[in-house]
C-alpha cells in the first residue's frame, strides 16, 4: 500500500524546527559575535535566506522521492555515479561530523562547572586530552543506544524537544532582563567593528549554516505529508523563519549581556568556554546557569544519537549504490540496525574528534561541508524538471526557474566567504573520497564510466575553481588580494552561475531514473510501485 499521508502542516513544522535548535544556538552567537561584533545579528538573516531559497528546491525533491536519507541520492537521479558519488560523500562527511561535535558542546559546557577537574577539560580554544576523553565517552553512548535499540531515545524525544524551545526562551528573557548593555552595540569598535566582509565570514564560518541544517526534516517526511504541495514549503519555510526569529534573539541578547570590561580589547578576544552560562553566572542568574548546564547534555546528546541513527543509513545507502564494501550493507538480523556501517562512523566520527578538538574549529568544517553538499539541489530539481517532467510532483515550487541559479550563485559566496585556506581545506576533504570512487567503478570495469565522468566534470571543475578563487580572492577572506574587495565576489556570483548553466545542460536521463521512478509512483500512492521498491531495497 501506499504511504499514509497523515502528517500536517504544523507537525511537519516543529519537526524541521526541533531539528535546527540544536547544540548550534548553545555557541553560535558567541562565535558570530567574536567574527562580526553586534552586526552579527544579519549574518542570522542572510543565512536563513539563503538557506531558505536552497532548502525550497530541495521540498520539490524530496516530494518527488519520498525516502530517508534522500539528499545523497538526488543527484544521482539527474547526473549519474559520478555527481552523485560526491554529493553523497560530501552529505556524510558534513552529518557524521556533527557527531563528535555534540559531544564537544556538552564537553565545553562542563568545563565552566566550579570543579577543578571540570576546568582541566577545555583551554578556551581547544579541548584537553580529558575533554577528548570525556567527548570520546558521549560518543560511544550515541553509539551504544543505536547498537541495540532506539527506543529509548524515542521515548524521551518529547521531553528533549520541549527542552529545545524552553531553554532558548528562558535564556533569552533572563538576559535581557537582568543585564542588557545598549551601548555594546555602538561602543568597543562600533556596530560592525570588523566590517561588512566579517558579517558574510559569521555566516559561513560561525555554525550559522549548520544550525539551520535541520530544514532537511520537513523534507525527509514528505511522503507522508498532508496536501505536500502546501504543507512541506510551508513547514520548510515556517521552520526556518522561526529559528531565525530565535537566533536573532538570542545575539542580540547575548551582545547585550556581555560585560563591558571583557569587550577592552574587542569582540575577537571574548572567550567564554560556556557561552550563555557563563554570562548567566556573571549577572548571578544561577538558576538559568543550572539550566543551561542541564541543556548542554539533553539537547546536543539527543542530536548525536539521531544522527549517529542517520549516518549508518547513509553509509547502507551508499553501499546499495556501489561505492563500499558490501559488509557495510549487513543488517542485524535481530536488531534490524547496520552495525559495520555504525563502526564505520564511530571510528570517522573519533578521526573529527581528534582533529578538531573545539566546537568552533569543527563547526567550520561542517558548514563549510554542508555548503557543498547542498550545491548540486538546485542544479538538480531543474535538470530532472527537463529529462523527467513526467515524474509526480506533489510540491511543485512555483518560480523555482529563478530560485535555483540565485540558490546556487548565493551557497558558491557562502563557500567563498568562509576564508581561504579553510574552504581550500574542506574542498580537499571532499575530493579524497575519489580514489574509492575510481576503485569501485574499476571493478565494473569502467562500464559506462565516460557518460559518467562527462555529466560529472562540472562538478570537479567547480570545486578547483572555487579553492582557487578563494586563493586568489581579497585578504578580507584570507585570500591573497590578488583580486580585489568587491571585484571578488562579482567573479564569484558570475562564474558562478555559468557552473550552473553548465551543470543544468551537464544532466541526463540515466539508469538510474528507473529507480527513482518507481519510487516516485510509490510517493504517489501506487500500490504496485511500493512493492517493486521494497523489494529493490531488499525489504
Same mark, same amino acid.
Given at each position: 500500500?501506499?504511504?499514509k499521508?497523515?502528517?500536517?502542516?504544523?507537525? +511537519?513544522m516543529?519537526?524541521?524546527?526541533?531539528?535546527i535548535?540544536? #547544540?548550534g544556538?548553545l555557541f553560535g552567537?558567541?562565535?558570530?559575535?567574536?567574527? =562580526?561584533?553586534?552586526?552579527?545579528?544579519?549574518?542570522?538573516i542572510?543565512?536563513?535566506?539563503?538557506i531558505?531559497?536552497?532548502?525550497?528546491?530541495f521540498?520539490? +525533491?524530496?516530494?518527488m522521492?519520498?525516502?530517508?536519507?534522500?539528499m545523497?541520492r538526488?543527484?544521482?537521479?539527474s547526473?549519474?555515479s559520478?555527481?552523485?558519488y560526491?554529493?553523497?560523500? @560530501?552529505?556524510?562527511?558534513?552529518?557524521v561530523?556533527?557527531?563528535?561535535i555534540? @559531544?564537544?558542546?556538552?564537553?565545553?559546557y562542563?568545563?565552566?562547572?566550579?570543579?577543578?577537574?571540570?576546568?582541566?577539560l577545555?583551554?578556551?580554544?581547544?579541548?584537553?586530552p580529558l575533554?577528548i576523553?570525556?567527548?570520546?565517552?558521549?560518543?560511544?553512548?550515541?553509539?551504544l543506544?543505536?547498537?541495540?535499540?532506539?527506543?529509548?531515545?524515542?521515548? %524521551?524525544?518529547?521531553?528533549?524537544?520541549?527542552?529545545?524551545f524552553i531553554?532558548?526562551?528562558l535564556?533569552?528573557?533572563?538576559?535581557?532582563?537582568?543585564?542588557?548593555?545598549?551601548?555594546?552595540?555602538?561602543?568597543?569598535g562600533?556596530?560592525?567593528?570588523?566590517?561588512?566582509?566579517?558579517v558574510?565570514?559569521?555566516?559561513?564560518t560561525?555554525?550559522?549554516?549548520? =544550525?539551520?541544517?535541520?530544514?532537511?526534516?520537513?523534507?525527509?517526511? @514528505?511522503?507522508?505529508?498532508?496536501?505536500?504541495?502546501?504543507?512541506?514549503?510551508?513547514?520548510v519555510v515556517g521552520?526556518?523563519?522561526?529559528?531565525?526569529?530565535?537566533?536573532v534573539?538570542?545575539?542580540v541578547?547575548?551582545?547585550? =549581556?556581555?560585560?563591558g570590561h571583557?569587550? $577592552?580589547q574587542g569582540?575577537?578576544?571574548?572567550?567564554?568556554?560556556?557561552?550563555? %552560562?557563563?554570562?548567566?553566572?556573571a549577572?548571578?542568574l544561577?538558576?538559568?546557569?543550572i539550566?543551561?548546564?542541564a541543556?548542554?547534555?539533553?539537547?546536543?546528546?539527543?542530536?548525536?544519537?539521531t544522527?549517529?541513527? #542517520?549516518?549508518?543509513?547513509?553509509?547502507?545507502?551508499?553501499?546499495?549504490n556501489?561505492?563500499f564494501?558490501k559488509?557495510?550493507?549487513?543488517?542485524h538480523?535481530?536488531?534490524?540496525?547496520?552495525?559495520?556501517a555504525?563502526?564505520l562512523?564511530?571510528g570517522?566520527?573519533?578521526?573529527?574528534l581528534?582533529l578538531?578538538r573545539?566546537?568552533?574549529?569543527?563547526?567550520?568544517?561542517i558548514?563549510v561541508?554542508?555548503?557543498?553538499?547542498?550545491?548540486?539541489?538546485?542544479?538538480?530539481?531543474?535538470?530532472l524538471?527537463?529529462?523527467?517532467?513526467? +515524474?509526480?510532483?506533489p510540491?511543485?515550487?512555483?518560480?523555482?526557474?529563478?530560485?535555483?541559479? $540565485?540558490?546556487f550563485?548565493?551557497a558558491?559566496?557562502?563557500?567563498?566567504w568562509?576564508?581561504?585556506?579553510?574552504t581550500g581545506?574542506?574542498?580537499i576533504?571532499?575530493?579524497v573520497?575519489?580514489?574509492?570512487?575510481f576503485?569501485?567503478?574499476s571493478?565494473?570495469?569502467f562500464?559506462?564510466f565516460a557518460?559518467h565522468l562527462?555529466a560529472?566534470i562540472?562538478l570537479l571543475?567547480?570545486l578547483?575553481?572555487?579553492?582557487?578563487?578563494?586563493a586568489?580572492?581579497? #585578504?578580507?577572506?584570507?585570500g591573497?588580494?590578488?583580486?580585489?574587495?568587491?571585484?571578488?565576489?562579482?567573479?564569484v556570483?558570475?562564474?558562478?552561475l555559468?557552473f550552473?548553466?553548465w551543470?543544468?545542460k551537464?544532466?541526463?536521463a540515466?539508469?538510474?531514473?528507473?529507480?527513482?521512478?518507481?519510487?516516485n509512483?510509490?510517493?504517489?500512492?501506487?500500490?504496485?510501485?511500493?512493492?517493486s521498491?521494497?523489494q529493490?531495497?531488499?525489504?
Amino acid at each position: 500500500m501506499g504511504y499514509k499521508r497523515n502528517v500536517g502542516a504544523f507537525a +511537519l513544522m516543529m519537526t524541521g524546527l526541533g531539528s535546527i535548535i540544536g #547544540s548550534g544556538w548553545l555557541f553560535g552567537a558567541w562565535k558570530a559575535a567574536n567574527v =562580526a561584533g553586534p552586526a552579527s545579528m544579519f549574518a542570522w538573516i542572510i543565512g536563513a535566506i539563503v538557506i531558505m531559497l536552497i532548502g525550497l528546491t530541495f521540498v520539490e +525533491l524530496g516530494s518527488m522521492f519520498p525516502e530517508a536519507g534522500g539528499m545523497v541520492r538526488y543527484a544521482q537521479y539527474s547526473h549519474g555515479s559520478l555527481v552523485g558519488y560526491i554529493a553523497g560523500w @560530501a552529505n556524510w562527511i558534513a552529518i557524521v561530523s556533527t557527531i563528535p561535535i555534540e @559531544a564537544e558542546a556538552s564537553v565545553q559546557y562542563m568545563s565552566s562547572w566550579p570543579w577543578a577537574w571540570a576546568q582541566a577539560l577545555y583551554n578556551g580554544h581547544t579541548l584537553q586530552p580529558l575533554g577528548i576523553f570525556f567527548a570520546a565517552v558521549l560518543v560511544f553512548i550515541y553509539f551504544l543506544l543505536n547498537y541495540w535499540t532506539v527506543k529509548l531515545f524515542a521515548r %524521551a524525544n518529547a521531553f528533549i524537544t520541549v527542552f529545545k524551545f524552553i531553554v532558548p526562551t528562558l535564556t533569552f528573557v533572563g538576559l535581557i532582563v537582568a543585564g542588557f548593555h545598549g551601548g555594546n552595540f555602538h561602543q568597543h569598535g562600533g556596530f560592525a567593528p570588523f566590517g561588512w566582509s566579517a558579517v558574510l565570514t559569521a555566516v559561513a564560518t560561525s555554525g550559522v549554516v549548520f =544550525a539551520f541544517n535541520g530544514f532537511q526534516s520537513p523534507i525527509n517526511l @514528505a511522503g507522508e505529508a498532508k496536501n505536500p504541495a502546501k504543507s512541506v514549503p510551508i513547514a520548510v519555510v515556517g521552520s526556518i523563519l522561526i529559528a531565525a526569529l530565535i537566533y536573532v534573539g538570542l545575539e542580540v541578547a547575548y551582545i547585550g =549581556a556581555v560585560p563591558g570590561h571583557d569587550l $577592552v580589547q574587542g569582540w575577537n578576544h571574548v572567550v567564554l568556554n560556556s557561552p550563555f %552560562a557563563d554570562l548567566a553566572l556573571a549577572i548571578n542568574l544561577n538558576w538559568l546557569a543550572i539550566i543551561l548546564f542541564a541543556d548542554a547534555f539533553i539537547s546536543p546528546s539527543g542530536t548525536g544519537i539521531t544522527y549517529t541513527a #542517520s549516518t549508518a543509513r547513509m553509509i547502507y545507502g551508499m553501499e546499495k549504490n556501489g561505492y563500499f564494501p558490501k559488509v557495510f550493507g549487513r543488517i542485524h538480523a535481530r536488531f534490524g540496525v547496520p552495525r559495520p556501517a555504525m563502526w564505520l562512523n564511530l571510528g570517522v566520527a573519533y578521526l573529527f574528534l581528534v582533529l578538531f578538538r573545539g566546537w568552533g574549529s569543527l563547526s567550520d568544517v561542517i558548514s563549510v561541508a554542508t555548503i557543498i553538499s547542498y550545491v548540486t539541489g538546485p542544479i538538480t530539481v531543474m535538470v530532472l524538471r527537463r529529462t523527467a517532467p513526467h +515524474l509526480h510532483r506533489p510540491s511543485r515550487i512555483k518560480g523555482l526557474s529563478v530560485i535555483a541559479p $540565485v540558490a546556487f550563485m548565493l551557497a558558491s559566496l557562502i563557500l567563498y566567504w568562509a576564508r581561504w585556506p579553510l574552504t581550500g581545506k574542506v574542498i580537499i576533504i571532499m575530493l579524497v573520497g575519489l580514489p574509492i570512487y575510481f576503485y569501485y567503478q574499476s571493478k565494473d570495469g569502467f562500464r559506462g564510466f565516460a557518460r559518467h565522468l562527462k555529466a560529472g566534470i562540472w562538478l570537479l571543475v567547480y570545486l578547483g575553481w572555487m579553492a582557487l578563487l578563494s586563493a586568489l580572492g581579497s #585578504s578580507k577572506f584570507g585570500g591573497h588580494d590578488i583580486i580585489p574587495y568587491g571585484w571578488d565576489m562579482l567573479v564569484v556570483a558570475v562564474s558562478s552561475l555559468i557552473f550552473y548553466f553548465w551543470g543544468v545542460k551537464s544532466g541526463w536521463a540515466n539508469e538510474y531514473l528507473q529507480d527513482a521512478e518507481l519510487l516516485n509512483r510509490a510517493g504517489a500512492g501506487n500500490p504496485s510501485a511500493t512493492e517493486s521498491v521494497s523489494q529493490s531495497a531488499g525489504a
